[in-house]
């Protein structure tokens, strides 16, 4: 193209060199700066777990911290609560039960002398020593000997750069009752994070002897700038009690300190949840997040009985007060394109935890930071400041939350609601694949917010997956898709 620059005598005509400079086509970027999330799919790895049962195959998938999953008959051998329970030896000492590593294959010699490779497990199985804990993709040993001695908290180690402002906030009046959405930006990820605070007392005009202190969001309460209008501030959310066309109070920006606490007053129950789209939009059955919004919403809008401050009566009742933190985090964090794939790996025969390690995910890959500064700009669980009761069966949630510094004081279980009937009804089958329950214990729109049990035989296999590879604190149910 050098020739267009030229003159008839050969130099270079500078206005020319620029007119091509400019107009040139642009050639595209040598490399795409959008990097993909998910991870190439192996197709010899997959074709060889997929065409290969858990004991013809060599690879580390097939392993098992958890003799449970890979032995049937030996569950209950990894049951979290027994975890912390200390068996005495003949000496009289005291000795914390260990984790078991069980591997499925006999050592190589072994399995050249008897001339089969998969010859199951021929050796004692290796055991986790205090020094050298056998922790998975997450440190999984680790976090469950944190819950099950109290003795040795995890120190908190706060990530400080985390920044988070809430955008907005408004009224949402949701079946359980009325409740606050706020819609969180923040510097970590482009996620819009989400908080649903049930406090249902701020809309309240009568002053009640005993009130919690408002959970309120320092950031959105805050002055933005100085040209910012009380109009402005109202539209998005900075108003206190009800919004009505005639009535718009802007709210005062909050003070520094952290919220005065009441002692006959519980702490606020408060819930990480992770998105599911498929559970919670289209009510699928392979997991029981649906319900699990559904119930933590309805926990925290019951009613609170406190010690009451008048002679007359020895209690009085509350509304019902705790946060949502709804965290984007798709499919334990792989995103909704992986988490089909898992599903996928999951009908072949492989479990959750599997099907991620498989597709180059790990197990979990969700983080906790963002969620906990939400619950500080909403002044809770700050070491001063009120405590908080956390819905949870997860250990690595409880463990990553005080590591971020947030003052839990106590874990709350949520228990899956098929199996709180079962344990009301121990003779009712519940329905596998193929059959129709025994009993009808599902309305429409089970997994929708006020539906009711998410139940059958893929949701059973993921849950028990949950307590026996993921250390789940839930007390194991008996196989409901065997007979009674
Ligand atoms: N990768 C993957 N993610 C799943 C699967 N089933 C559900 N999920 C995701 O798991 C997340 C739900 O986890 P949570 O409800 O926070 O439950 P948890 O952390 O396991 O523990 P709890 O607090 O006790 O409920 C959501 O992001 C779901 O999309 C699955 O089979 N594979």
């Known amino acids: 193209m050098d020739f267009l620059t030229r003159t008839d005598d050969g130099h270079i005509d500078p206005d020319l060199a620029l007119l091509e400079a400019l107009t040139a086509p642009t050639l ?111 440190g999984r040993a680790a976090s469950l000997r944190s819950i099950a001695t109290p003795a040795a908290p995890p120190q908190p180690t706060p990530s400080r750069d985390v920044e988070v402002t809430c955008m907005a906030r408004t009224r949402i009046p949701t079946p359980h009752g009325i409740a606050f959405l706020h819609l969180y930006h923040n510097n970590r990820d482009n996620k819009e994070h989400l908080a649903l605070v049930v406090d249902p007392a701020q809309l309240s005009e009568d002053s009640s002897p005993i009130s919690a202190p408002p959970i309120r969001s320092r950031s959105l309460d805050a002055v933005w700038n100085d040209s910012e209008t009380e109009m402005e501030r109202i539209i998005r959310g900075a108003y206190v009690g009800r919004l009505t066309p005639t009535k718009h109070v802007a709210s005062t920006p909050s003070p520094p300190d952290p919220a005065r606490v009441i002692d006959s007053v519980p702490p606020p129950l408060i819930r990480i949840h992770s998105e599911c789209f498929t559970g919670e939009t289209i009510g699928s059955q392979r997991c029981d997040c649906g319900e699990q919004l559904d119930e933590a919403i309805r926990l925290m809008a019951q009613p609170i009985e406190v010690r009451s401050p008048s002679a007359l009566e020895s209690s009085t009742r509350i509304p019902g007060r705790g946060v949502v933190v709804y965290m984007r985090q798709e499919g334990r964090g792989i995103g909704l394109l992986s988490k089909i794939r898992a599903y996928n790996l999951q009908d072949l025969g492989h479990d959750t935890v599997s099907a991620n390690l498989m597709l180059g995910h790990q197990a979990d890959e969700r983080g906790y930071e963002v969620a906990t500064a939400i619950l500080r700009d909403l002044n809770l669980g700050s070491p001063n400041g009120e405590g908080v009761r956390l819905l949870t069966n997860n250990p690595d949630k409880v463990h990553a939350m005080e590591k971020e510094g947030l003052r839990i004081v106590e874990r709350v279980p949520m228990v899956p609601r098929s199996w709180q009937m079962r344990a009301q009804h121990p003779d009712v089958r519940i329905a596998g694949a193929d059959s129709e329950p025994e009993v009808e214990e599902r309305k429409a729109g089970a997994t929708l917010i006020k539906g009711d049990a998410v139940q059958g035989a893929d949701l059973e296999k993921y849950l028990r997956t949950k307590v026996l590879r993921m250390g789940h604190m839930l007390e194991l149910m008996p196989d409901a898709s065997s007979p009674a």
Do not use: C, I, M
């Open 28 to 138: 595209p970027p040598l490399k795409s700066s959008l990097r993909r999330r998910d991870a190439e799919l192996d197709p010899l790895l997959l074709a060889a777990a997929a065409s290969s049962g858990p004991n013809a195959t060599r690879n580390h998938y097939h392993h098992d911290f958890f003799p449970g999953v890979a032995l049937p008959k030996a569950e209950g051998a990894w049951d979290w609560t027994k975890f912390g329970a200390e068996a005495e030896d003949a000496g009289g000492r005291q000795q914390r039960k260990r984790l078991t590593y069980v591997s499925k294959q006999g050592p190589r010699s072994q399995k050249k002398e008897n001339g089969k490779e998969n010859a199951g497990p021929s050796t004692p199985p290796l055991q986790a020593t205090e020094n050298k804990p056998l922790p998975d993709k997450r």
